[in-house]
């Protein structure tokens, strides 16, 4: 079965950027619609952006517009989460997830390990 595989987690000062990276590792994940979600300290998992797998429909949580962008290359089987203006409140495990079919990502088939995100104040 296939994985995800993450990286670019890290520490980031308020107001800074940060790109997360996802990609495939051991099958393609083709028609797959993809995204991420995201866990902070003593809250449940919440989901945070998704893109189709041709790209044409992204949606994204209400805490997130216009600050996050999800874009996927598909020819090299990637996920990337370009985060923007980042606050302490987006300190959190971010997870990439994926899920069969070109559209839907409300049940994953597949979750990364997840990567610390930390956003100092």
């Known amino acids: 079965q296939g994985q995800l595989v993450e990286s670019g987690g890290g520490l980031v000062q308020a107001g800074g950027s940060l790109r997360l990276s996802c990609a495939a590792s051991?099958?393609?994940?083709?028609?797959?619609?993809m995204g991420w979600f995201r866990q902070a300290p003593g809250k449940e998992r919440e989901f945070v952006a998704r893109?189709?797998?041709?790209?044409?429909?992204?949606n994204y949580a209400d805490s997130v517009k216009g600050r996050f962008t999800i874009s996927r290359d598909n020819a090299k089987n990637t996920v990337y989460l370009q985060m923007n203006s980042l606050k302490p409140e987006d300190t959190a495990v971010y997870y990439c997830?994926?899920?069969?079919?070109?559209?839907?990502?409300?049940?994953?088939?597949?979750w990364g390990q997840g990567t610390q995100v930390t956003v100092s104040s």
């Open positions: 051991g099958r393609t994940f083709s028609n797959y619609a």
């Open positions: 997830a994926a899920q069969r079919g070109t559209i839907a990502l409300v049940r994953p088939d597949y």
């Open positions: 893109i189709s797998w041709y790209g044409d429909i992204t």
